[in-house]
């Protein structure tokens, strides 16, 4: 079970100016010094756990092409009930994610919304739960939640701090991702350049060395990749280094 020594520390009867300047305060450094997208869902979980009074567990959904995934769980029972969420394809979580909605379970055992999932969570000692969508537009990147040990853990302060992490959060992920898929683009750019220069060497070589024009040369090059020589660019770097052999 977690301790909690700094709980008194914890907004709990804060102005919603006060709870928004503090929660501000702390996403923005977020902003400013995260990397990764990983990295930064943890510390938003975190943030999540130390602002939202009760909660013993807090972590991530993500929902998106790739599928559902957790990142950033703060202990292995949020990682157990979100996973079990994902297996039986109920729950808090996917239901924010999908209805674009906050979403609270006061009390496990009672409520009948998604009864599989509730039933294999009660054992791992949770009996309350709630998750709050990250929307970052139009777009549903996943849900950020909470769990809590106690029946009626949560009520509508926790409500309105859990949103305000998760309206900060969305803004991170979806910037952190965003600066994410430019590296990776930018990475198949240069990939892609380098390609279809050493593909252009490659076809220089053939010409000089053959008499051929280029695009005969071009064809001898697909036709050595088609004898399952290798990829159009490792043939050519083959060429290429064929003929730097040649020139020592």
């Not at 909470?146 to 009520?155: K, Q």
Request: net charge neutral.
């Amino acid at each position: 079970m977690r301790s909690d020594p700094a709980s008194s520390d914890r907004p709990r009867d804060l102005p919603l100016a006060d709870e928004l300047s503090a929660v501000f305060a702390r996403m923005a450094g977020l902003l400013l010094s995260e990397e990764t997208v990983a990295t930064a869902l943890g510390l938003v979980s975190s943030l999540a756990l130390d602002t939202v009074p009760g909660a013993v567990g807090a972590g991530v959904s993500i929902v998106d092409e790739r599928g559902r995934r957790s990142s950033g769980s703060t202990d292995a029972r949020t990682e157990r009930a979100d996973a079990l969420q994902y297996e039986l394809d109920e729950g808090p979580c996917l239901a924010a994610a999908a209805g674009r909605e906050l979403v609270r379970i006061d009390d496990l055992a009672t409520d009948r919304r998604w009864p599989r999932w509730a039933a294999a969570v009660t054992p791992l000692g949770l009996r309350a739960a709630m998750s709050a969508p990250l929307m970052a537009g139009d777009s549903s990147l996943g849900a950020l939640k909470v769990y809590a040990e106690r029946p009626g853990t949560f009520e509508e302060p926790a409500e309105r701090r859990l949103v305000l992490c998760s309206a900060q959060a969305a803004i991170l992920v979806a910037n952190v991702q965003t600066r994410d898929r430019a590296r990776r683009l930018s990475e198949g750019l240069r990939q892609a350049v380098a390609t279809r220069d050493v593909v252009s060497t490659a076809k220089g070589v053939l010409m000089a060395r053959h008499g051929v024009p280029e695009d005969v040369a071009f064809t001898m090059l697909l036709a050595r990749s088609g004898e399952k020589a290798g990829t159009l660019p490792e043939v050519a770097r083959a060429v290429v280094d064929s003929a730097v052999r040649r020139r020592r």
